[in-house]
T-cell receptor, first 114, second 113 residues
């Protein structure tokens, strides 16, 4: 069964460093998303991406964040200068683009900023 | 704007007992409603969804949920809990025209043997 895959499963980085979280969405899906879940809190929407551009983004998705689909298969989330409060589980998701379909989520990348 | 409230961050039931996880939503447009389950160290897996049509929806693993517009609710039920149901359950809402999901805080279900 097709699935969304995320790498790495766990990343530890020093405050101020740049990190790139990688995702391979399900082939033929058209909509891509990043969500995050800070420990003990709810899953929060960060950004959606369609047709090679951002279609929606939340207040959390400020200038330190960026997304890219560099090669038609990978979908990346870059955090330019990490802060302690960026520590969270980051989930990638994709959707086929057909009306009324659900998002399929990856297993997440746990980012720890020290 | 949408929001989701899940009553009870932690629910415990005995094996074989009814499972009821509560979800209330707020949406300014007709909502699409979802329940996702997260097992330890795994991603979010869709249990069931309501978009249009029949208000009682059935999902995987014997779960079902009923959309009640008058009560703005989408509670998740299962007649008989199994040990394998122990997980965290998230209710989510999105609106027509926007497929951004707004999640509730989640309810952790424990099943007691």
């Amino acid at each position: 069964e097709p699935e969304v895959t995320q790498t790495p499963s766990h990343q530890v980085t020093q405050m101020g460093q740049e990190v790139i979280l990688r995702c391979v969405p399900i082939s033929n899906h058209l909509y891509f998303y990043w969500y995050r879940q800070i420990l003990g809190q709810k899953v929060e929407f960060l950004v959606s991406f369609y047709n090679n551009e951002i279609s929606e983004k939340s207040e959390i998705f400020d200038d330190q964040f960026s997304v890219e689909r560099p090669d038609g298969s990978n979908f990346t989330l870059k955090i330019r200068s990490t802060k302690l409060e960026d520590s969270a589980m980051y989930f990638c998701a994709s959707r086929p683009g057909v009306v009324n379909t659900e998002a399929f989520f990856g297993q997440g990348t746990r980012l720890t900023v020290v | 704007a949408q929001s989701v409230t899940q009553l009870g961050s932690h629910v415990s039931v005995s094996e074989g007992a009814l499972v009821l996880l509560r979800c209330n939503y707020s949406s300014s447009v007709p909502p699409y409603l979802f329940w996702y389950v997260q097992y330890p160290n795994q991603g979010l897996q869709l249990l069931l969804k309501y978009t249009t049509g029949a208000t009682l929806v059935k999902g995987i693993n014997g779960f079902e949920a009923e959309f009640k517009k008058s009560e703005t609710s989408f509670h998740l039920t299962k007649p008989s809990a199994h040990m394998s149901d122990a997980a965290e359950y998230f209710c989510a809402v999105s609106g027509a025209g926007s497929y951004q999901l707004t999640f509730g805080k989640g309810t952790k279900l424990s099943v007691i043997p």
